[in-house]
């Protein structure tokens, strides 16, 4: 059974920091691009970051570029977003998904979500 199962999410302080692990099972992340994704209440999923399978080339949004990083383990079949310096306006789930034709794509696999809450 294909399924991605993020994890690593929680209540932490603004300034702080979590890292998101994405982990595949059923198929192996190698032929995957990578996206991850957020969606706050009331507002519309955005794209958060992605990374390439062909390269590891890497990808982010203006507002997380310089603070969150993403990367690869393909041993672990597991992909992680580090989120540094967090703000109250990085709130939001935040799914990961695959897709074997390249970031920008249309993903064919989701996780279920894990709920980040950036908050004082």
């Known amino acids: 059974q294909v399924q991605l199962v993020e994890s690593g999410g929680g209540l932490v302080q603004p300034g702080g920091s979590l890292r998101l692990s994405c982990a595949a099972s059923?198929?192996?992340?190698?032929?995957?691009?990578i996206g991850w994704f957020r969606q706050a209440p009331g507002k519309e999923r955005e794209g958060v970051s992605c990374i390439s399978s062909s390269d590891g080339s890497t990808y982010y949004a203006d507002s997380v570029k310089g603070r969150f990083t993403i990367s690869r383990d393909n041993a672990k079949n597991t992909v992680y977003l580090q989120m540094n310096s967090l703000k109250p306006e990085d709130t939001a789930v935040y799914y990961c998904?695959?897709?074997?034709?390249?970031?920008?794509?249309?993903?064919?696999?989701w996780g279920q979500g894990t709920q980040v809450t950036v908050s004082s």
């Open positions: 059923g198929f192996t992340l190698d032929y995957y691009a």
């Open positions: 998904a695959a897709d074997p034709r390249g970031c920008g794509g249309r993903y064919d696999y």
